[in-house]
C-alpha cells in the first residue's frame, strides 16, 4: 500500500451488509490511521440483470434510504479512528465487477470486503471473472466473519507478497488498536530449526520481531484451522493468485479454516504490474 509521499492511501470499503459493516470499518480505519490516509466507504446496490437500472431507479429513494443508514454508520464508526472518511452509494448491475471499477477510478491502494459481498457477482461476469481476479488493480482484504473483537491475532506465512501485505495489517491492528501479533510457520518433522530461523528473519523484515512465534509440523491448512481456534482473527495470504475468483465461486479453497469460528481474513497482492502494463512499457 505504497503511495506518494505527500499523499496517504486511500482504503476503500465496499460495504453490503449491515452486519459486517463495523467489522469492515474497523479494519479499513486502522489501515488507513497507520498509513495516514483515508477511508472511502462505498455501498454498491445490486440490481438484478432482469430489473433495468431505471426500473429501480423509481424506488431510488427507499435505496437511498438504505444507503444512507449502512453509510451513516460506517461514518460513525470510522470517528474512532484519526482518518478522514467519505462515503458514496453506486446502484449497478454488475456488482463485483463494480468493485473494481470503483477501485481503479478512485486509485485505491487497497479494498476491504466481505466474503459474503465478494460473493455478489451475477450471471454477466461469469465469463471475465477470471481475467478480472487475476489482474487484481490493488491489494484485497476480504474478511469471512461478521464481528471482530480483537486482542490477538495469527498470521501463517511461508513468505511471498500477500504474506508481506498480512504482515501490514498485522502491523495496522498492533500500533493502532495494540492488538498481540502471533505469526506461524509450518514445516515438515525434523526442519523445525529451519523454521524458526525462517520465522524469526520474516519477522525482524517486516517489522514484526516483538510477535510471538510459532513452528508448527504437520498439514498447513489442518494447523491452521486448529490452532485458530485460539485466536480473534487469523490474516491468510494467498499462496498464489486468484483466491479472489475462488472466492466468488464460492470456495475458500481452505476447507479447514473456512469451517473456522473465528473470522479469517484473506489478502491477496496483485502482482507488481498487469500484462497490459508490461506491453506498454
Known amino acids: ?30 489501515l488507513a490511521e497507520h ?11 445490486t440490481v438484478p440483470d432482469q430489473t433495468a437500472l431505471e426500473k429501480a431507479a423509481e424506488n431510488r429513494a427507499a435505496l437511498d434510504e438504505s444507503s ?32 473494481f471499477d ?18 455478489f457477482a451475477g450471471g454477466r461476469v461469469e465469463g471475465s471473472l477470471d481475467e478480472l481476479a487475476r489482474d487484481l488493480p490493488c491489494d484485497f482484504l476480504v474478511l469471512d466473519g461478521e464481528r471482530l473483537d480483537l486482542a490477538d491475532v495469527l498470521v501463517p506465512t511461508a513468505g511471498g507478497p500477500s504474506s508481506d501485505l498480512s504482515a501490514e495489517v498485522a502491523r495496522a491492528l498492533r500500533e493502532v488498536l495494540d492488538v498481540h501479533v502471533s505469526l506461524l510457520y509450518v514445516t515438515d518433522p525434523g526442519d523445525e530449526e529451519v523454521g524458526r530461523e525462517f520465522l524469526s528473519d520474516w519477522a525482524e523484515s517486516h517489522g ?13 491448512e489442518e494447523t491452521i484451522g486448529r490452532l ?13 493468485r486468484g483466491l479472489l475468483s475462488r472466492i466468488v465461486r464460492g470456495s475458500l479453497a481452505f476447507d479447514a479454516i473456512e469451517t473456522l469460528d473465528t473470522p479469517v481474513l484473506l489478502s491477496e497482492r496483485p502482482s507488481s504490474r498487469s500484462l497490459w502494463e508490461r506491453l506498454l512499457g
Not at 498509513?35 to 446496490?45: D, I, P, Q, W, Y
Request: glycine share 8%; hydrophobic share 45%.
Open 1 to 30: 500500500m505504497t503511495t506518494a509521499e505527500d499523499d496517504g492511501p486511500t482504503i476503500l470499503v465496499a460495504l453490503s451488509n449491515p452486519r459486517t459493516e463495523r467489522a469492515l470499518v474497523t479494519l479499513a480505519g486502522a
Open 208 to 220: 514484526l520481531d516483538d510477535a510471538t512465534l510459532r513452528v508448527e509440523t504437520g498439514d498447513v
Open 68 to 99: 444512507e443508514e449502512l453509510l451513516a454508520a460506517a461514518t460513525a464508526d470510522a470517528e474512532a479512528f484519526d482518518t478522514p472518511i467519505e462515503t458514496r452509494t453506486i446502484l449497478s448491475h454488475r456488482g463485483i465487477e463494480e468493485v
Open 102 to 119: 470503483a477501485a481503479r477510478t478512485t486509485d485505491a491502494d487497497a479494498v476491504v470486503m466481505g466474503y459474503g459481498g465478494a460473493r
Open 228 to 240: 485458530g481456534e485460539a485466536y480473534d482473527l487469523v490474516i491468510v495470504g494467498a499462496t498464489e
Open 35 to 45: 498509513e495516514s490516509g483515508r477511508v472511502l466507504a462505498t455501498h454498491v446496490v
